[in-house]
């Protein structure tokens, strides 16, 4: 053998020697593929993570936390980039976890993983957001919404990961419920936010979008159980836990005990049921009350609600006053509004009611509740109502024989299929278009001079019957507001005719003077 065949095997078996301490170092849990990255120097992984406490999903006993096929888990691998792994083999409380990955010898691992600007993480510190409003989930906590975190050193692709947050159980006894929200009494205490947790010391700390209140919503079943995700810690001031029930009114508890909520455990806070529940004004329109009229004298409840005991209640009448003004606060509900008996006039334009009873409030002239999602609104027994409007809402019915005041009524832009205002003897505006009605009525309505009654919903074809003597009048007005009265056919009918006077007749009899 010559020196040069010599030297070629000598730097062959050097090379082959590399690669096989390469190869060794990479370890059987790493797959390494074509490095398709470029100079990024990622390369597929596996990593398998599994106990102690894993994440994504509550098992049946109600402690066991599983993943589920599809998660995303964030990997820091030392660079600027996090790396986006995902759930492949699942097997209750582990699995293999897939992706992309520079080789180092230390990762930290976070779930989950999200690519909104929200999530930071390296080495050292990992910087999060845990919503504040959550989804309910009957049995546990909807998926992509527990955190926990996991590091693997020297190389190692096994992850255990560690809940980094607490849960707080409760059941679900009453009917209705709609959401349910968990409200540290301390404003400084923190639920829920912006969270920066240290791997150095194992702390959790609140950033400066922290919030003290988590709310659930959904549709609740009764008898299950459901789980708020919080922050932990020792809320030294007690807390305070609201629902929303049947007719979308709120009920309130608290206690001023102190209370902690440890990562990784769970707290049970108890049954929603109205027996051990206050009623209350909800927290947004407590709120929006309090900013209109800051003269009102209740007592508010740590949460913002108002519980309607019989101090508030005697607040609400003395202090309450006959205006309230409540545009665009993002109200879901006005039960308790029956209180405020004194109004005169209230307007709640674009906030999120669904249903409004307003039938307690007798003195009311003025209900202005247009750009909501309305499906019920009960007007019943207000004589002394002038004005309503309750345009672009989701009404199908709307009764408003017993208004016997009403000059304007502006219903436009709902689903109704039929309207009466054959009582509205005092009506002077009319506004009905962008419904899905066929028929109305106005030959009762002496006074009516501004109608709006076309451009029905889905081309319907709307026949307005009238007296004769109006035809030229209303064929005026039809088309002044072409718009609005497309597709208005007429029908007419004839006025009807006053009893003739016949004159003066001579009774016949004798002078009485005579």
């Not at 398998?48 to 691998?77: C, F, H, K």
């Not at 249903?355 to 909501?372: E, H, S």
């Not at 019915?397 to 219903?411: F, K, N, Q």
């Amino acid at each position: 053998m010559t020196n040069e065949n010599k030297e070629n095997m000598k730097a062959k078996h050097i090379l082959l020697t590399a690669l096989a301490l390469l190869l060794a170092a990479c370890g059987n849990e790493e797959i390494i593929e074509n490095n398709e990255s470029g100079s990024t120097g990622k390369v597929h992984m596996t990593f398998t993570a599994g106990m102690p406490q894993t994440r994504t999903s509550l098992g049946e006993d109600g402690l066991a936390v599983n993943w589920t096929q599809g998660d995303l888990v964030a990997i820091y691998d030392g660079t600027e980039t996090i790396c986006k792994f995902e759930a492949t083999e699942v097997s209750g409380s582990t699995t293999t976890l897939e992706g992309e990955a520079k080789v180092t010898d230390t990762y930290t691992a976070f779930y989950p993983y999200t690519d909104d600007g929200t999530l930071t993480l390296d080495n050292t510190a990992i910087t999060f957001t845990l919503p504040a409003t959550q989804t309910a989930t009957a049995g546990g906590f909807a998926n992509g919404l527990n955190p926990s975190w996991a590091q693997a050193t020297d190389g190692s692709k096994k992850l255990t990961f560690q809940n980094l947050c607490a849960l707080a159980k409760f059941t679900v006894d009453a009917e209705g419920v709609t959401e349910v929200t968990l409200t540290a009494n301390q404003e400084s205490d923190a639920l829920a936010g912006g969270l920066t947790y240290t791997i150095a010391d194992g702390t959790l700390t609140a950033t400066g979008s922290a919030s003290r209140s988590v709310t659930i919503k959904g549709n609740f079943e009764a008898a299950k159980e459901y789980y708020f995700v919080v922050a932990p810690g020792t809320l030294t001031g007690g807390i305070t836990l609201n629902y929303m029930g049947e007719g979308g009114k709120t009920y309130v508890k608290t206690t001023q005990k102190e209370v902690t909520f440890t990562a990784g455990k769970i707290t049970n806070l108890g049954a929603l049921d109205i027996a051990n529940f206050a009623e209350a004004l909800n927290a947004a329109f407590a709120n929006a009350v309090e900013g209109f009229n800051p003269n009102i004298q209740w007592r508010a409840n740590p949460d913002g609600t108002v519980s309607l005991d019989e101090y508030n209640k005697f607040q609400i009448i003395r202090t309450g006053g006959t205006f309230l003004f409540l545009r665009n606060k993002n109200i879901t509900s006005l039960a308790g509004i029956e209180y405020f008996t004194d109004l005169e006039t209230l307007d709640c334009i674009g906030n999120q009611l669904t249903t409004l009873d307003v039938t307690k409030l007798t003195k009311l002239k003025f209900l202005v509740c247009n750009d909501n999602q309305l499906t019920a609104l009960d007007v019943t027994g207000l004589t002394s109502l002038k004005n309503l409007f309750c345009s672009d809402n989701q009404l199908t019915t709307l009764d408003v024989t017993g208004l016997t005041s009403l000059t304007d009524l502006e219903c436009n832009g709902n689903q109704l299929v039929s309207l009466d205002v054959s009582t509205l003897k005092e009506l002077q505006i009319l506004w009905c278009h962008g419904n899905k009605m066929t028929a109305l009525d106005i030959t009762n309505n002496a006074y009516l001079g501004d109608l709006k009654c076309g451009n029905q919903q889905d081309n319907q074809q709307l026949t307005l019957t009238l007296w004769d003597t109006k035809k030229e009048f209303w064929d005026r007005m039809l088309n002044m507001y072409s718009d609005e009265n497309s597709n208005v056919t007429t029908i007419v009918k004839p006025s009807p005719v006053e009893a003739g006077h016949n004159g003066y007749e001579d009774d016949g009899g004798e002078p009485v003077l005579q």
